[in-house]
């Protein structure tokens, strides 16, 4: 019988008496000029930019629950076949080498992890997942099957990071004692109620899709008027409830501020002190309770053991206008963004010393390219840490920063044991590191 053989498996090795002989690892390899076969998961917002930046490479397949979205990407790839759910695409694809996942922060684990599971290396938006169960797992699934992964930020490859971290590591700052990170996030309503009643889904919305492994609940389109979400300062007033954008407010969707920023700020102190899990979250001050929204702003603190000391540094993280006082940054009038490195010898960041204050710092840390370039060349190069963000690092990190919103969930004050991966002072907090999967979307 003539059996066909899927280009991938073609490409993986050669088929001997049945057997597969595979190169060593469990990439295949590439030929100078050969394209990545690359299934787009998530074409709209974040997914648009995404898509451009792995435009030289072969996009095979396109899906979005939004059929605006993905007919304004079929313009822009026609041969591509498209999609509303991702798993179909995952069951039906046999030639993809890889996706990128760039949908709501909900879905982001439920497709990558289907898609590493088939051998399929993978790029992922931030925030990496949206509990800390996913993050785990994401970490763990990605060094198993040896995959070239990337979670979407380019910062921990930025030159200022990564010079950063060299400073600090030469000791110029002394004992790192505290660092402080601050956003003008959130960008969208937060700290509400949902609204009620029910609007009837627009026709180019799968809302099944969209809710994926959420529990179900009814469309609201938008706001009701007079609601005070509309006395909002721009840009964080949106009429719209759930869709595009605004789903990061929710609980059940997004991640919050946190989510959203911390992991393109936190890597200067993360990597810098090889951090791992802090040890306790407190909450420092918050607007309100987390009920299905998160807060309006919040200022939160995470205590990080030091590796090879007996020290903690104190990881500070405000949102929503708040800011760390204008003594410590040394500024009159703090701006809504930015960080600083307090050490025993000085501090580094917004007000104080740059990164760029010590020329004489040795360059002992690798510099890394564009952060597209870099997964596609870890692909094609089957070196899974050629990415400045791979999943095995980016799934410890994105832990931690996690741990924040159970804090706000539970309103009080957590402590984590990473090792025994339970929550030790607040029993009921344990339930937030996961989330009741609705059949079908289950990891």
Known sequence: MNRRISRRV????????????????????????????????????????????VARENIVTLCDVDRGHLAAAARRFPSAKTYTDFRKLLDEEKSLDAVVVSTPDHTHAVASIRAMRRGLHCFCEKPLTHNVREARLMAEVAVEKKLSTHMGTGSRGDESTVRTVEIIRAGELGEVT???FWTNRPIWPQGFDRPPGEDPVPENLDWEGFI???????????????????????????????HPFVWRGWWDFGTGALGDIAPHMWSSIYWGLDLKAPRSVEIVDVSGPVTEMFPAWSILKFNFP??????????????????????????????????????TKGILGMGNKSPNAFPNIPRTLRRYGDMYEEWLAGIKSSDPERPSCPFSYAGPLTEAYLLGNIALKVGQTIEWDAEAFRITNCPEANQYLTREYRKGWEL
Request: with cysteine.
């Open 10 to 53: 073609c490409l993986k090795g050669i088929v001997v008496a049945g057997v597969v002989i595979a190169p060593s690892g469990s990439a295949r390899s590439y030929s100078a000029n050969e394209k990545v076969n690359i299934g787009i998961i998530g074409a709209g917002g974040r997914g648009s930019a995404n898509t451009q930046g």
């Open 178 to 180: 505290e660092a402080h």
């Open 212 to 242: 994926g492994p959420a529990a179900m609940r009814p469309f609201k389109g938008r706001w009701p008027q007079g609601h005070p979400v509309y006395q909002l300062p721009p840009p964080q007033r949106h009429a719209n409830v759930y």
């Open 306 to 343: 030091v590796p090879g000391t007996d020290r903690m540094v104190a990881v500070y993280w405000y949102d929503g206008g708040k800011t760390p006082s204008p003594d410590l940054v040394r500024m009159q009038n703090v701006p809504d963004g930015g960080w600083i490195i307090v050490g």
